[in-house]
């Protein structure tokens, strides 16, 4: 099968440039100017005038299925894939779970289970470790070698994912030697718990009390405490869902001493606030950890990223209805799942709150929604890129069309939107993941179980800083 897209102009980390772009069965053939004019022959043909080429985002951080709060992130890997691919995300890297008291193996398995058969595009798997212990720290280096070669470790969340300083350290020892990547969720839990309890039991139980708890101070010294540890180690470590200024000064002061520290952040923080949490308990569908901050922290967010400080934005995707799950916190905010929808948005917030709104440029933008994290995460070339040779996941991007964010209209299953009634400006058209079309002009295409596992290699780029 030979599929020409023509007319369009390909946006690339690097650089964009018109010219025509030739698929054959799930690769990059050819890219060259004309390409029809050498007699080349093809299948069926797009026409992209007018439009972006850009390569499929990739989202590294997604919850499909989650267990949080005695309940479930609703969106299955097919549920979830599809509304990504309509929002221009062609690949996922998802966090498979180790419950305590069982073995990484059997976390991993679990989500081997949920998502084959039912991903409607690529996938991978990070690894949740809830225990550091003998046995799960020889099985890392299993996982390693099976495409699996990050693992995320918790200083916050005391008695469901927290590990203790030497717990993180140990796991960091061995994923020094093993190749591996360090991701953290660093917030200082413990502390959090004290001043949480400190608020209810001054009868502050709204969810606008979570943001409240949760001090961006906390998150600072988190962050300062992991990479230091990991410095110590000689692990590259990565800091996950980075939501304040806090963190985020730690982080640069990282990666000015020339530390192996990279860090992302989400669409949350950077579009929405502490403000969202107020208006009482529908403050509920903003609740997430680290949760909203302040609005002041956003424009130093934005600078991170266009400095380099953080070189990526992922979703943290972990969508719980508002009805029925966010409803489980009613009374005592602590009680509320955390986690927010927002695969779907992740493209075209970027696209209309950086491109349109003038902070970074295109290519800035293409690299922090899929060049950058496929390097980091051990996919690139195959992903991230619009190279011969590459996968050909592409997404045919219509800079200048516009929609309103809505539930009403959304993918994702589940029953509000964060950005509910939001106008943007960017929007993808023709989605094609691995060659074939799997979302064409707001209709799937595509077909469950397509998608397909990504075995990653090690964070080689991580690496080399
Ligand atoms: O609130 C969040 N972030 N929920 C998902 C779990 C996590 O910590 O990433
Ligand atoms: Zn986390
Ligand atoms: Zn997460």
């Not at 054959?24 to 050819?30: L, N, R, V």
């Not at 988190?222 to 990565?238: C, F, K, Q, S």
């Amino acid at each position: 099968m030979r599929t020409l897209i023509t007319n369009g102009i390909i946006v690339g980390a690097e650089g964009s440039t018109a010219a025509d772009v030739l698929i054959e069965d799930e690769t990059i053939a050819a890219i060259g100017s004309d390409l029809e004019s050498t007699g080349l022959t093809a299948d069926q043909s797009i026409d992209a005038a007018g439009r972006y080429l850009i390569p499929g985002g990739i989202d590294v951080h997604t919850h499909m299925e989650l267990p949080f709060g005695g309940t479930f992130a609703k969106d299955t890997f097919e549920t979830g894939t599809r509304a990504a691919a309509f929002g221009g995300t062609t690949t996922v890297v998802d966090f498979a779970v180790q419950s305590r008291g069982k073995s990484l193996r059997e976390g991993l398995d679990a989500w081997h289970a949920k998502a084959e058969g039912n991903a409607v595009a690529d996938y991978g798997f990070h690894m949740i470790m809830s225990d550091v212990n003998d046995d799960t720290l020889a099985e890392m280096d299993q996982l390693v070698a099976e495409g699996i070669p990050d693992f995320k470790l918790f200083t916050a969340y005391p008695g469901v994912f927290y590990s203790d300083d030497g717990a993180i350290f140990r796991a960091m020892q061995r994923t020094a030697k093993n190749g591996g990547l360090i991701m953290m969720h660093a917030e200082n839990g413990m502390a959090i718990d004290v001043v949480a309890a400190d608020q209810v039991a001054a009868g502050h139980t709204d969810p606008y009390y979570h943001g409240v708890a949760r001090y961006p101070i906390f998150e600072g010294e988190a962050t300062n405490r992991v990479i230091r540890l990991a410095e110590a180690a000689g692990v590259p470590v990565y800091i996950v869902h980075l939501s304040a200024r806090d963190a985020l000064e730690a982080v640069r002061a990282a990666r000015d001493r020339g530390s192996m520290t990279f860090a992302e952040t989400c669409p949350q923080y950077l579009f929405l606030s502490l403000d969202d949490m107020g208006n009482g308990f529908e403050g509920a569908k903003f609740v997430c950890s680290p949760p909203l901050r302040t609005a002041d922290h956003q424009d130093e967010l934005w600078r991170g990223l266009v400095k380099d400080d953080l070189q990526l934005v992922s979703t943290d995707h972990c969508p719980f209805d508002f009805h029925g799950q966010k409803e489980l916190g009613k009374g005592d905010f602590r009680k509320i799942p955390n986690g927010l929808p927002g695969v779907e948005d992740r493209v075209d917030l970027l696209h209309d709150g950086g491109v349109v709104g003038g902070r970074i440029s295109k290519e800035r933008w293409v690299e922090i929604i899929s060049t950058a994290p496929a390097k980091l995460f051990g996919m690139y070339p195959q992903k991230g890129a619009i190279a011969v040779g590459s996968d050909a996941d592409i997404v045919v991007y219509d800079p200048s069309a516009k929609r309103t964010i809505s539930a009403a209209t959304h993918h994702m299953d589940v029953d509000y939107s964060c950005y509910e009634g939001r106008t943007v400006q960017g929007r993808s058209d023709i989605v094609l993941s691995r060659g074939a079309v799997i979302v064409r002009d707001g209709e799937f295409t595509g077909r469950r179980g397509y998608g397909r596992f990504i075995k990653r290699s090690i964070a080689d780029h991580a690496r080399l800083a």
